[in-house]
Protein backbone atom coordinates (compact mmCIF):
# COMPACT_ATOMS: atom_id res chain seq x y z
CA UNK A 1 0.00 0.00 0.00
CA UNK A 2 1.35 3.39 -0.76
CA UNK A 3 1.97 5.63 1.24
CA UNK A 4 -1.27 8.37 0.17
CA UNK A 5 -3.89 5.31 0.42
CA UNK A 6 -2.40 4.63 4.09
CA UNK A 7 -2.64 7.98 4.85
CA UNK A 8 -6.70 8.19 3.82
CA UNK A 9 -7.28 4.70 5.56
CA UNK A 10 -5.64 5.54 8.65
CA UNK A 11 -7.06 9.08 9.18
CA UNK A 12 -10.02 9.07 8.22
CA UNK A 13 -11.56 7.27 11.81
CA UNK A 14 -9.39 9.33 13.84
CA UNK A 15 -10.46 12.76 11.82
CA UNK A 16 -14.17 12.53 12.80
CA UNK A 17 -12.82 12.25 15.89
CA UNK A 18 -10.73 15.04 15.86
CA UNK A 19 -7.74 12.81 16.76
CA UNK A 20 -4.22 12.09 14.61
CA UNK A 21 -3.10 8.42 14.06
CA UNK A 22 0.10 7.57 15.18
CA UNK A 23 0.76 4.78 12.61
CA UNK A 24 0.07 7.93 9.70
CA UNK A 25 2.80 8.48 7.88
CA UNK A 26 2.55 12.04 7.27
CA UNK A 27 4.99 12.78 10.50
CA UNK A 28 2.95 15.84 11.77
CA UNK A 29 0.46 14.18 12.55
CA UNK A 30 2.33 11.22 14.94
CA UNK A 31 3.69 13.49 16.61
CA UNK A 32 0.43 15.30 17.17
CA UNK A 33 -1.16 11.68 18.02
CA UNK A 34 1.79 11.34 20.65
CA UNK A 35 1.38 14.54 22.13
CA UNK A 36 -2.18 13.83 22.94
CA UNK A 37 -1.25 10.76 24.85
CA UNK A 38 -0.45 11.24 28.13
CA UNK A 39 1.83 8.83 30.28
CA UNK A 40 -0.79 8.54 32.71
CA UNK A 41 -3.06 5.04 34.06
CA UNK A 42 -5.95 5.88 37.12
CA UNK A 43 -5.44 2.80 38.73
CA UNK A 44 -8.60 2.45 41.33
CA UNK A 45 -9.48 -1.12 42.94
CA UNK A 46 -11.27 -3.10 40.47
CA UNK A 47 -11.39 -0.02 37.82
CA UNK A 48 -8.29 0.93 35.42
CA UNK A 49 -9.01 3.60 33.82
CA UNK A 50 -6.67 4.61 30.84
CA UNK A 51 -5.90 8.06 29.22
CA UNK A 52 -3.44 6.09 27.28
CA UNK A 53 -0.57 4.60 27.49
CA UNK A 54 1.19 1.09 27.15
CA UNK A 55 -0.57 -2.33 27.26
CA UNK A 56 1.79 -5.07 29.13
CA UNK A 57 0.45 -8.20 28.88
CA UNK A 58 2.26 -10.68 31.40
CA UNK A 59 1.70 -14.53 32.77
CA UNK A 60 3.40 -17.48 32.39
CA UNK A 61 4.90 -19.32 29.56
CA UNK A 62 2.46 -19.95 26.93
CA UNK A 63 -0.87 -18.50 27.33
CA UNK A 64 -0.67 -16.27 24.66
CA UNK A 65 0.64 -13.33 25.37
CA UNK A 66 2.53 -12.73 21.67
CA UNK A 67 -0.75 -13.47 20.03
CA UNK A 68 -2.62 -11.50 21.94
CA UNK A 69 -0.47 -8.33 21.26
CA UNK A 70 -0.38 -8.86 17.55
CA UNK A 71 -3.94 -9.63 17.45
CA UNK A 72 -4.85 -6.41 19.60
CA UNK A 73 -2.41 -4.96 17.41
CA UNK A 74 -4.27 -5.62 14.28
CA UNK A 75 -7.62 -3.93 15.86
CA UNK A 76 -5.95 -0.97 16.39
CA UNK A 77 -3.67 1.85 16.32
CA UNK A 78 -1.24 0.48 18.35
CA UNK A 79 2.48 -1.37 17.74
CA UNK A 80 2.77 -4.50 19.36
CA UNK A 81 6.60 -5.64 20.40
CA UNK A 82 7.73 -8.36 22.21
CA UNK A 83 10.20 -8.39 25.38
CA UNK A 84 12.01 -11.78 24.10
CA UNK A 85 12.11 -10.41 20.53
CA UNK A 86 14.43 -7.19 21.75
CA UNK A 87 16.15 -9.02 24.02
CA UNK A 88 17.39 -11.55 21.48
CA UNK A 89 17.88 -9.28 18.74
CA UNK A 90 19.83 -6.60 21.10
CA UNK A 91 22.25 -10.15 22.25
CA UNK A 92 21.63 -11.53 18.34
CA UNK A 93 21.19 -14.95 20.03
CA UNK A 94 18.37 -16.69 20.92
CA UNK A 95 17.04 -17.16 24.21
CA UNK A 96 17.79 -20.68 24.62
CA UNK A 97 21.48 -20.05 23.58
CA UNK A 98 21.26 -17.27 25.99
CA UNK A 99 20.60 -19.44 29.31
CA UNK A 100 22.84 -21.89 27.54
CA UNK A 101 25.86 -19.98 27.53
CA UNK A 102 25.61 -16.72 29.69
CA UNK A 103 22.75 -18.06 31.54
CA UNK A 104 19.53 -17.06 33.66
CA UNK A 105 20.91 -14.65 35.78
CA UNK A 106 22.28 -12.28 32.40
CA UNK A 107 18.67 -13.46 30.86
CA UNK A 108 17.41 -11.55 33.73
CA UNK A 109 19.51 -8.09 33.70
CA UNK A 110 18.53 -7.90 30.01
CA UNK A 111 15.01 -8.13 31.13
CA UNK A 112 15.72 -5.51 33.27
CA UNK A 113 17.45 -3.37 30.87
CA UNK A 114 14.28 -3.66 28.44
CA UNK A 115 11.87 -2.71 31.20
CA UNK A 116 14.27 0.18 31.68
CA UNK A 117 14.20 1.24 28.40
CA UNK A 118 10.01 0.74 27.89
CA UNK A 119 9.70 2.97 31.04
CA UNK A 120 11.61 5.87 29.30
CA UNK A 121 11.54 5.28 25.89
CA UNK A 122 8.01 3.52 24.93
CA UNK A 123 4.48 4.74 24.64
CA UNK A 124 1.36 4.35 23.45
CA UNK A 125 2.07 0.30 22.64
CA UNK A 126 1.52 -2.97 23.54
CA UNK A 127 4.24 -5.09 25.11
CA UNK A 128 4.23 -8.90 25.12
CA UNK A 129 6.92 -9.86 27.86
CA UNK A 130 8.46 -13.38 28.89
CA UNK A 131 6.90 -15.14 31.45
CA UNK A 132 9.63 -13.95 33.85
CA UNK A 133 9.28 -10.44 33.29
CA UNK A 134 7.23 -10.47 36.46
CA UNK A 135 10.93 -10.05 38.15
CA UNK A 136 11.46 -6.30 36.92
CA UNK A 137 11.42 -3.45 39.39
CA UNK A 138 9.88 -1.37 37.70
CA UNK A 139 6.97 -3.32 35.73
CA UNK A 140 3.62 -0.82 37.02
CA UNK A 141 5.58 2.25 35.65
CA UNK A 142 5.45 0.34 31.94
CA UNK A 143 1.99 0.98 31.88
CA UNK A 144 -1.23 -0.90 32.53
CA UNK A 145 -0.28 -4.55 33.26
CA UNK A 146 -2.66 -7.22 32.13
CA UNK A 147 -2.44 -10.61 33.75
CA UNK A 148 -3.76 -13.30 31.02
CA UNK A 149 -4.52 -15.68 34.10
CA UNK A 150 -4.74 -19.49 33.31
CA UNK A 151 -4.06 -22.51 35.11
CA UNK A 152 -0.97 -24.99 34.83
CA UNK A 153 -2.65 -28.09 33.54
CA UNK A 154 -4.27 -25.79 30.63
CA UNK A 155 -1.08 -24.30 29.60
CA UNK A 156 0.86 -27.89 30.06
CA UNK A 157 -1.77 -29.75 27.79
CA UNK A 158 -1.89 -26.37 25.12
CA UNK A 159 1.74 -26.84 24.48
CA UNK A 160 1.89 -30.87 24.44
CA UNK A 161 -0.92 -30.91 22.73
CA UNK A 162 0.85 -28.20 19.98
CA UNK A 163 1.67 -29.82 16.55
CA UNK A 164 4.35 -27.98 16.85
CA UNK A 165 5.60 -29.05 20.60
CA UNK A 166 9.21 -30.35 20.00
CA UNK A 167 10.01 -26.66 19.05
CA UNK A 168 7.86 -24.99 21.40
CA UNK A 169 9.48 -26.95 24.61
CA UNK A 170 13.00 -26.69 22.94
CA UNK A 171 13.08 -23.15 22.79
CA UNK A 172 11.84 -22.55 26.48
CA UNK A 173 14.87 -23.84 28.89
CA UNK A 174 12.32 -23.49 31.80
CA UNK A 175 9.91 -25.86 30.50
CA UNK A 176 12.02 -29.23 30.15
CA UNK A 177 10.22 -30.38 33.17
CA UNK A 178 6.63 -30.61 33.70
CA UNK A 179 7.31 -31.13 37.76
CA UNK A 180 10.16 -28.33 37.65
CA UNK A 181 7.98 -25.84 35.44
CA UNK A 182 4.57 -26.13 37.68
CA UNK A 183 6.88 -25.52 41.19
CA UNK A 184 7.65 -21.98 39.25
CA UNK A 185 4.06 -21.66 37.95
CA UNK A 186 3.09 -22.44 41.78
CA UNK A 187 5.96 -20.15 43.24
CA UNK A 188 4.83 -17.05 40.71
CA UNK A 189 1.35 -17.24 41.29
CA UNK A 190 0.89 -14.60 43.90
CA UNK A 191 3.56 -11.97 42.24
CA UNK A 192 1.13 -12.01 38.86
CA UNK A 193 -1.79 -11.50 41.23
CA UNK A 194 -0.14 -9.00 42.83
CA UNK A 195 1.18 -6.77 40.10
CA UNK A 196 -1.88 -7.21 37.70
CA UNK A 197 -3.87 -3.81 37.18
CA UNK A 198 -6.26 -6.40 35.02
CA UNK A 199 -6.65 -10.01 35.41
CA UNK A 200 -8.34 -11.51 32.82
CA UNK A 201 -8.99 -15.42 32.61
CA UNK A 202 -7.55 -17.21 29.17
CA UNK A 203 -7.96 -20.52 29.90
CA UNK A 204 -9.42 -22.55 26.73
CA UNK A 205 -10.84 -18.94 25.45
CA UNK A 206 -9.70 -17.96 21.85
CA UNK A 207 -7.37 -14.85 20.90
CA UNK A 208 -10.34 -13.52 19.30
CA UNK A 209 -12.85 -13.55 22.60
CA UNK A 210 -9.89 -12.71 24.96
CA UNK A 211 -8.75 -9.08 22.10
CA UNK A 212 -12.91 -8.38 22.26
CA UNK A 213 -12.93 -8.80 26.11
CA UNK A 214 -9.85 -6.74 26.89
CA UNK A 215 -10.59 -3.56 24.65
CA UNK A 216 -14.06 -3.44 26.35
CA UNK A 217 -12.54 -3.37 29.75
CA UNK A 218 -9.63 -0.77 28.39
CA UNK A 219 -12.20 1.00 26.85
CA UNK A 220 -10.30 1.60 23.53
C1 LIG B 1 10.54 -17.42 30.65
C2 LIG B 1 9.57 -17.34 29.69
C3 LIG B 1 9.89 -17.28 28.25
C4 LIG B 1 11.26 -16.66 28.03
C5 LIG B 1 12.28 -17.38 28.82
C6 LIG B 1 12.00 -17.38 30.32
C7 LIG B 1 10.15 -17.51 32.08
O1 LIG B 1 8.91 -16.53 27.54
O2 LIG B 1 11.25 -15.31 28.40
O3 LIG B 1 12.36 -18.68 28.34
O4 LIG B 1 10.99 -17.29 32.95
O5 LIG B 1 8.96 -17.80 32.34
P1 LIG B 1 7.38 -17.03 27.27
O6 LIG B 1 6.59 -16.68 28.48
O7 LIG B 1 6.95 -16.25 26.08
O8 LIG B 1 7.45 -18.48 27.01
Not at 151 to 157: A, P, V
Not at 187 to 199: F, H, Q
Request: aromatic share 8%; proline share 2%; hydrophobic share 35%.
Amino acid sequence: MDGEKIKKKCCKKFKEKGEFCRKCPVSAHKNQANRIAPKSIEREKGHVKIESNNILLFGFMSVGKGKLARELAGRTDYFAIDTDDLIESFENMTIKNIFNDEGEAHFRNLEQKVADWLEHCVENTIISTGGGFIGVENLNDIGCVVYLQSDFDTISEKIMGHPKAKKKIKKRPLFQSTDKTRKLFESRLPLYEAKADITMNVAGKSTNDIADELLRRLEI
